[in-house]
């Protein structure tokens, strides 16, 4: 088989060995669970938590369980860039321009009319916190007016490999969980508020079993950076995570940990 379509899925297969190839060089001990809840076949809207900036491939890596392939939402930006902006388009990810978002929005829904799986990070950007920041309306508007099923997803631990603030980690042997949750099916009429708040509350209680069964613990005082501050850590509180948001965008140095 040929065609411009396959060369673009044989970049993105190709990318997804490379991962597996990190992945086992990193030693991650990965806990993927029900993700036979992904379709496997036909359209489906993905939503996923987002602490780290390896959260779609471990989405990834639950589809191709059932061998699909999740087009992903991602800023302009990343298709702007020289290194990621061709691998984004080989994969036929979608390019979103937050002042123009609607026409993020027909190709998502031009992906989903082909039978595609569309991934989206419903919070927008990176949780400091590690706690759901609150959510944009995207997911829940695609899958209520493409009528396709939307799919929370959660993932944990990840985070502690790369994420904002220069944090990044090279030691082995951390634990990923990849939790996909029920799909929510809506109605032709359903409120989208409706349906996102659905959304909300299942990826809440994802997030909670994840963080429930994970089995790392902290090295020391210093290693609690990766836990939210409900559970023991010493990652900032959701409204101090807004104010680092805001300052991020000033910059900031590389710190290994």
Not at 31 to 38: E, G, I, K, M, T
Not at 134 to 160: C, D, M, N, S, Y
Not at 165 to 193: C, M, T
Not at 216 to 230: G, V, Y
Request: with cysteine; glycine share 10%.
């Amino acid at each position: 088989m040929t065609g411009p379509g396959v060369s673009r899925d044989r970049t993105y297969r190709v990318v997804i060995v490379a991962f597996r190839l990190v992945f086992r060089a990193l030693g991650l001990r990965f806990d993927v669970r029900n993700a036979a809840q992904l379709p496997a076949a036909g359209p489906a809207v993905v939503a996923c938590n987002h602490i780290g900036f390896l959260d779609f491939t471990f989405v990834g890596l639950a589809a191709s369980q059932r061998r699909r392939l999740v087009r992903f939402m991602a800023k302009q930006s990343t298709f702007d860039n020289q290194i990621s902006g061709p691998l984004m388009r080989a994969m036929r990810h979608i390019p979103v321009d937050r002042s123009n978002g609607a026409a993020a929005y027909r190709r998502a829904a031009g992906q989903l009319q082909r039978g595609e799986i569309v991934g989206i990070f419903p919070e927008a950007t990176i949780s400091r916190a590690w706690t759901l920041k609150p959510f944009k309306l995207g997911a829940a508007t695609l899958a209520v007016r493409e009528q396709v099923p939307l799919i929370p997803v959660v993932t944990w631990g990840g985070h502690r490999v790369l994420t904002v603030g220069g944090r990044w980690s090279l030691r082995r042997g951390k634990a990923v969980a990849v939790f996909v949750g029920e799909p929510i099916v809506p109605e032709p009429q359903a409120d989208v508020a409706a349906v996102d708040g659905e959304l909300r509350r299942r990826m809440q209680q994802l997030l909670e079993l994840a963080q429930g069964s994970y089995p790392d613990r902290p090295r020391s005082d210093a290693d609690r950076w990766w836990l939210p501050m409900h559970l023991g850590g010493s990652a900032p509180a959701p409204a101090e995570a807004a104010e680092l948001d805001t300052a991020a965008l000033r910059g900031g140095d590389l710190v290994r940990r």
